[in-house]
């Protein structure tokens, strides 16, 4: 079972950036697929984006497309989430998630490893 360990985020204006880091350990956690979904107050939990550990191909929300890049150091077995042009609709808990099977990482009710989350407030 691998461990993950969120950092980063906060608060911010929105127009503003922040970047979120996870720190995977256990398991074969350098061939694990990342991704990181979020959950605002009162709704579902959601995809935002994932990175494959093959080729590190990546793919995002729609609502996040432009704005957010996800990338990993294999070398550190981490991935991170740089959040730019942040809006008040970003606002979450932002949760790291990872799994051998890349196709796991598309749906909350898939993910087998979650992080502890991370808060990422953006204020109007």
């Known amino acids: 079972q691998v461990q993950l360990v969120e950092s980063g985020g906060g608060l911010v204006q929105a127009g503003g950036s922040l970047k979120l880091s996870c720190a995977a350990s256990?398991?074969?956690?350098?061939?694990?697929?990342m991704a990181w979904f979020r959950q605002a107050p009162g709704k579902e939990r959601e995809f935002v984006a994932i990175?494959?550990?093959?080729?590190?191909?990546?793919d995002y929300a729609d609502s996040v497309k432009g704005r957010f890049t996800i990338s990993r150091d294999s070398a550190k077995n981490t991935a991170s989430l740089q959040m730019n042009r942040l809006t008040p609709e970003d606002t979450a808990v932002y949760y790291c998630a990872a799994d051998p099977l890349y196709v796991r990482l598309f749906r909350p009710d898939t993910v087998r490893s979650w992080g502890q989350g991370r808060q990422v407030t953006v204020s109007s």
């Open positions: 990175i494959n550990s093959s080729d590190d191909s990546t």
């Open positions: 256990g398991g074969t956690s350098s061939n694990y697929a």
